[in-house]
Each structure stands twice: as C-alpha cells, then as structure tokens.
C-alpha cells in the first residue's frame, strides 16, 4: 500500500490569477503564501493550501472544479457579505440538520460550499468534520 | 470575512460505497469513523457524495486535483500501476517537485505529489 502523507495542496484552476485573489484572499480572507519558486499564486486556509493553476497558460482546457467546504463563523452572513461582492449563489442556505451550507462559485465558476456544523459530532452521524487528532483533542479536553 | 479552515473537498461519485473502498483500500487513506462516506487524508477530510441522488448531473472533478504528498513518486506510480490504476501522461518534473496525474474510477483528477527542493 503506497503511504498518503498528507495534501500538499488542493488545485484550483482559474482563467485569470487576479481574479482568483480578488475571491480567495479580498473575499475569503485567506493569506497569500506565494514564494518565488510559484508559477502561480497559493493561498493558505489554516489546514491546507489551495493551489492556483492556469489550465490554458500550459495548453490545457480550463473546466472549473467541483468543490470545496470553506468553514465560515456565520453561513448567512458570509453568504450576504458575498452576494454583495456579486458572487452568485444557487439555491437557498441548506440546513442539513448538523451544519448549514450554501452553494455558490468563485469567479471561475469552482464550486465553493460555504459550511458551518453546528451539531456535535453523532456516533451514527454524516457530516463529521474534524480530523483525528482534533477529536481526541476535545475528547481530553472534555474528559479532564 | 474569515474562512477559517477548508472542512472537506466535495468528491462527486456515481457509486460513493465503491469510491470509498478505492480511497481505503488502494490508496490507504483513513475511513472517518462516524460517516460513512467521509475519508481523511491527515487535517484534510474528503466528502464523497452522489449529484445523482440530489438530481444534479454527474460530472467528475477536472482540473481541481488533490496533490497527495507521497515520499517517492515513481514507487508509488509503479505500486498503483500494478493495482489497475491509470495515469494522464508521463510524470512531471517542475523543477521544484514531482507530479503524477491519475484518476480514481469515477474519473476524478489526483496527483501524486513530492517536492524535493527544499525551502529557502
């Protein structure tokens, strides 16, 4: 069995680098790790890095990706502080009974799920968002 | 606003109880215990799901790969190779690190993954 370390990055294509900080870091929030060994931008959620790359500037078809779940404090209010920024959203805020979600697009069209669980995690449970580590973390710590 | 961290990537799937047993059992990433579709790769969580089901169209996810830091790219192209899997082209060298481009069955991008060049 080949050993995962880890994720080294999560790749997100984009037709314009400018307009990809303007959503990640302007909207987002998020910091920019770029170093001079980059042909493209990285910007650093506080787990993994989200990994820029031009489909087209290296011959290949752009097409946007499919998903990823940013953890926001507030979903409703993330998602108006976007839509005033003009991100489109499709369909209304979801309560999924453990986490609200909302579903809209960076300026490339990737997927991008605003999440927020609010449940505990269930013994029987979808929607369970934390890392090994952190659970044992909170059980100590709820233990002691 | 702050994003605070990126909780999990959605990965679309026509058949979640088959991706997931090619995540585990071929790519030896760990199962969450709690959710059945819901696979870790250290801090970093994969939640697979069925557009299908929620009558959304299937697509697979293009161009959006996960890279998987792995310590040596050839082993690990050659150990996957054997058990069937396909790669997209020769490994890349970028000068910086090693790529490898392959799909799980339902099509998805991934990348094998190794920098060598050490940070300044």
Redesign the interface.
């Known amino acids: 069995?080949?050993?995962?370390?880890?994720?080294?990055?999560?790749?997100?294509?984009t037709r314009d680098a400018a307009q990809a900080r303007r959503f990640y870091v302007e909207?987002?929030?998020?910091h920019e790790s770029t170093?001079p060994?980059d042909v493209f931008p990285e910007f650093e959620?506080?787990?993994?890095t989200?990994?820029v790359?031009q489909?087209e500037a290296v011959g290949?078809e752009?097409?946007?990706?499919?998903?990823?779940?940013?953890?926001?404090?507030d979903v409703e209010?993330?998602r108006n502080?976007?839509e005033a920024a003009g991100v489109q959203f499709r369909g209304e805020t979801m309560d999924t009974g453990v986490c609200h979600m909302a579903f809209c697009s960076d300026f490339d069209g990737?997927?991008i799920?605003l999440?927020r669980?609010y449940a505990e995690?269930?013994?029987?449970?979808?929607?369970?968002?934390e890392?090994?580590?952190?659970e044992d973390e909170r059980k100590a710590g709820a233990a002691s | 606003m702050q994003a605070e961290r990126l909780d999990f990537v959605a990965v679309p799937s026509r058949d979640a109880a088959a991706l997931r047993a090619f995540y585990v059992d071929v790519l030896g990433l760990r199962p969450d215990d709690n959710a059945n579709y819901e696979v870790w790769i250290g801090d970093t969580c994969l939640g697979i799901w069925e557009p299908e089901r929620v009558g959304l169209e299937f697509e697979p996810q293009r161009n959006g790969p996960l890279a998987l830091r792995v310590s040596d790219v050839a082993e690990a192209r050659v150990e996957l190779e054997e058990k069937g899997v396909e790669f997209q082209g020769e490994t890349l060298d970028t000068g910086v690190c090693h790529m490898a481009v392959f799909r799980d069955p339902d099509g998805n991008d991934l990348l094998l993954h190794r920098r060598y060049k050490p940070y300044e």
Request: proline share 10%; charged share 20%; no cysteine.
């Open positions: 069995m080949i050993a995962v370390e880890r994720v080294d990055f999560v790749s997100v294509p909207l987002l929030g998020l170093t060994d959620t506080s787990n993994v989200l990994g790359w489909p290949m752009f097409s946007p990706g499919s998903g990823i779940a940013v953890r926001v404090p209010a993330a502080e976007l990737n997927g799920i999440h669980r995690p269930r013994p029987d449970g979808m929607g369970h968002t890392s090994r580590e952190r």
